[in-house]
T-cell receptor
Framework: GAVVSQHPSRVICKSGTSVKIECRSL??????MFWYRQFPKQSLMLMAT?????????EQGVEKDKFLINHASLTLSTLTVTSAHPEDSSFYIC?????????????FGPGTRLTVL | DAKTTQPPSMDCAEGRAANLPCNHS???????VYWYRQIHSQGPQYIIH???NNETNEMASLIITEDRKSSTLILPHATLRDTAVYYC??????????FGPGTRLSVLP
């Protein structure tokens, strides 16, 4: 399957700091990428949809000023968790949508585990 | 909300076929059936998808009933590394994926 990478895979930070997570689509150009969050023993929850060159669309209940998303190129989207707090500790997963010619299948990154102290 | 219903957990003996069911009784004509799996602490992995015909690839087979209201993912020879949560998702092209709780498959030695 297609490869989507995330960096870093794990990050520990102090409360009040900001953390940037990068997501790269390595096998295809992705006009649309997605960010999910997953708490322990729960399923993935969509946070936002990121379209290249435009503002992200956030799901209800997700603070856009806290979770800044930038999709500056067709292969890179970033999620910045601003002023992180312990309740932001979670597993963050990005996904890239393949082109229509490949069925709009979504491929997921390996995830980033964020721990806020 | 997820449009599918899956059993919360299943066990399978190593080397045997694992048959994971999924009900999607409200599926519409232009919705595809996708299967992903998530091994602990990793991102979901795409397995297979189909519209109405049965599909097979190197990982699994997907059997969709004629009325399309249910499907079965078949792992022909399960190994310990197939232990994961398996998600069945229906969506049209371009729709977001909505993940339900999935089925936790445990492959036992």
């Amino acid at each position: 399957g297609a490869v989507v990478s995330q960096h870093p895979s794990r990050v520990i930070c102090k409360s009040g700091t900001s953390v940037k997570i990068e997501c790269r689509s390595l096998d295809f150009q992705a006009t649309t990428m997605f960010w999910y969050r997953q708490f322990p023993k729960q399923s993935l929850m969509l946070m936002a949809t990121s379209n290249e060159g435009s503002k992200a669309t956030y799901e209800q209940g997700v603070e856009k000023d806290k979770f800044l998303i930038n999709h500056a190129s067709l292969t890179l989207s970033t999620l910045t968790v601003t002023s992180a707090h312990p309740e932001d500790s979670s597993f963050y997963i990005c996904s890239a949508r393949s082109p229509r010619t490949h069925g709009y299948t979504q491929y997921f990154g390996p995830g980033t585990r964020l721990t806020v102290l | 909300d997820a449009k599918t219903t899956q059993p919360p957990s299943m066990d399978c003996a190593e080397g045997r076929a694992a048959n994971l069911p999924c009900n999607h009784s409200t599926i519409s004509g232009n919705e595809y059936v996708y299967w992903y799996r998530q091994i602990h602490s990793q991102g979901p992995q795409y397995i297979i998808h189909g519209l109405k015909n049965n599909e097979t690839n190197e990982m699994a087979s997907l059997i969709i009933t004629e009325d399309r209201k249910s499907s079965t993912l078949i792992l022909p020879h399960a190994t310990l590394r197939d232990t994961a949560v398996y998600y069945c998702i229906v969506r049209t092209y371009g729709q977001n994926f909505v993940f339900g709780p999935g089925t936790r498959l445990s492959v036992l030695p």
